[in-house]
């Protein structure tokens, strides 16, 4: 791991200015701030807080890093973890990414230089190089919900290859062959197991293999917008659609609503596709058709995240675990169509 002299040495300035710009101090020159700053980058160097607090004695205090507080599965998480971390006697700092690698970075920076007992995070992407830096200094970290290759951390996730079954089963139970997928960034864990998930069920169930219905976006709403107009302008016409997250749901319903009916004779309007979401959301019930779900138990992940996240820093071994989803069929609800069909346990 870089240290500041690692860092001094190739912005070519001493180790007392390094030291300064590091240090956040005003006291520097411009050109001085620029090339340290450069320098610590091109280093992925972190400053050794935690190590030396950690040495010196316990804050009870708890990073959290969550993807998108917007998404009301990182709220739920959010909470369940502060109330775990509260009952144990632990604040929380609760920072948000933003689904933005760089804003990631920067709230890992931060973390490593204030005085935290450890960090649950929900990782970005495939860059495990200030994660490393950050256990290598010393500090306990837990992933949430996703994680990262490369790096043995205990991790708290989403069986998300059950829930992908579950809902597949249910819609091939109704009779759909041609349904939809809209899925989650590749370069996100989460993204990649539910579209692998995805791709076996489908052809175990004997569903359409038509690429044009597979399109992906980035967890938020408006990218299910986009990735579902690209499935219906290929000229594929699903007849249900599992969308791989809450927010994206949304987007997945917005567009269908705004193509409208589709085609010469445009029988079907496109807003009766069938939808299912992975992750379900209050206002799913409350939409007609009411929008059937595998619910994902955020409150379980953020909970037995803190479990772990403290087991390691008392010097235990914290456990990794897959929470299992359930299904939740709306098909009978005043609103829904009719019929349904035994998702599997």
């Known amino acids: 791991m870089a240290t500041i002299k690692d860092v001094a040495a190739l912005a070519g300035v001493s180790l007392g200015t390094a030291s300064r710009v590091l240090s956040g101090s005003s006291q520097t020159s411009p050109d001085s701030r620029a090339r340290v700053t450069a320098a610590a980058k091109e280093l992925n160097y972190i400053a050794n807080g935690p190590a030396r607090s950690l040495r010196r004695s316990r804050t009870d205090v708890l990073g959290l890093l969550v993807s998108d507080i917007r998404n009301p599965f990182f709220s739920e998480l959010a909470h369940a973890a502060e109330r775990e971390a509260q009952r144990r006697g632990y604040t929380v700092l609760l920072a948000n990414a933003d689904e933005d690698a760089d804003q990631e970075a920067a709230y890992l920076r931060t973390f490593a230089s204030q005085r935290i007992d450890g960090l649950l995070i929900a990782p970005q992407g495939s860059d495990v190089t200030p994660l490393h830096a950050l256990r290598d200094g010393g500090l306990p970290l837990v992933f949430v919900d996703r994680s990262v290759e490369g790096l043995d951390v205990p991790t708290i996730g989403t069986d998300n290859e059950d829930g992908v079954r579950r809902a597949l089963t249910w819609l091939h139970g109704r009779g759909h062959r041609e349904v939809a997928f809209v899925g989650g960034p590749p370069e996100v864990s989460t993204g990649r197991e539910r579209r692998a998930a995805f791709l076996r069920f489908r052809d175990e169930l004997g569903l359409s293999a038509d690429p044009r219905l597979v399109a992906h976006g980035d967890f938020r709403a408006e990218s299910g917008v986009e990735a579902m107009h690209a499935v219906l302008a290929s000229?594929?016409?699903?007849?249900?659609?599992?969308?791989?997250?809450?927010?994206?749901?949304?987007?997945?319903?917005?567009?269908?609503?705004?193509?409208?009916?589709?085609?010469?004779?445009?029988?079907?309007?496109?807003?009766?596709?069938?939808?299912?979401?992975?992750?379900?959301?209050?206002?799913?019930?409350?939409?007609?058709?009411?929008?059937?779900?595998?619910?994902?138990?955020?409150?379980?992940?953020?909970?037995?995240?803190?479990?772990?996240?403290?087991d390691v820093i008392e010097g235990r071994p914290g456990a990794s675990h897959r929470v299992a989803t359930s299904f939740v069929d709306r098909s009978g609800e005043p609103g829904g169509s009719a019929g349904s069909a035994e998702a599997g346990a």
């Open 235 to 310: 000229g594929a016409r699903p007849t249900a659609v599992l969308s791989a997250d809450g927010l994206m749901t949304l987007g997945v319903a917005r567009a269908l609503r705004e193509a409208g009916p589709v085609g010469a004779d445009a029988a079907e309007p496109l807003d009766a596709v069938e939808i299912v979401s992975f992750d379900d959301l209050d206002w799913f019930s409350l939409v007609s058709p009411p929008i059937s779900a595998v619910r994902n138990d955020a409150t379980a992940i953020g909970r037995l995240g803190v479990t772990a996240l403290v």
